[in-house]
């Protein structure tokens, strides 16, 4: 019993590297980010320029390496606030009653435009 807690948390305290698909290995968490600088370096000599970038699914600011975009999806800070804001739109967007149609509104506007040449102040933009 006490092996098999000691493999879930040995397994839940490694990560894989993202790179290097051919040659998996495994992580402690505490290293990732030594690690990923290495193996980042190595990826990019051995395939130059060609490297893409994606963009995050929580912040559309966030520009990844490709094989990081998992990990990063992991420990991005905004995905607490794109879960929240996820959370408070699942209801559909409710109608608002306004006191102007927009099919009034054309007649507004066009009385509005003959007012104008009472008012030389008043500027109309079309």
Not at 24 to 33: A, Q
Not at 86 to 99: E, G, I, S
Not at 101 to 108: H, K, T
């Amino acid at each position: 019993m006490q092996l098999e807690e000691r493999e879930e948390k040995k397994a839940s305290s490694t990560v894989i590297c993202p790179y290097f698909e051919d040659h998996p290995h495994v992580i402690p968490v505490c290293d990732i980010l030594l690690h990923l600088a290495k193996c980042r370096r190595l990826y990019y000599k051995r395939y130059g320029i060609k490297t893409e970038l994606k963009r995050c699914k929580y912040n559309g600011c966030h520009y990844v390496l490709a094989p990081e975009v998992m990990l990063h999806e992991l420990i991005c800070h905004s995905r607490t606030l794109y879960q929240k804001c996820k959370q408070n739109m699942r209801y559909p967007p409710v109608p608002l009653q306004t006191a102007i149609s927009f099919s009034n509104l054309n007649g507004l506007m066009q009385g509005l435009s003959s007012e104008s040449d009472d008012h030389p102040d008043l500027i109309l933009f079309d």
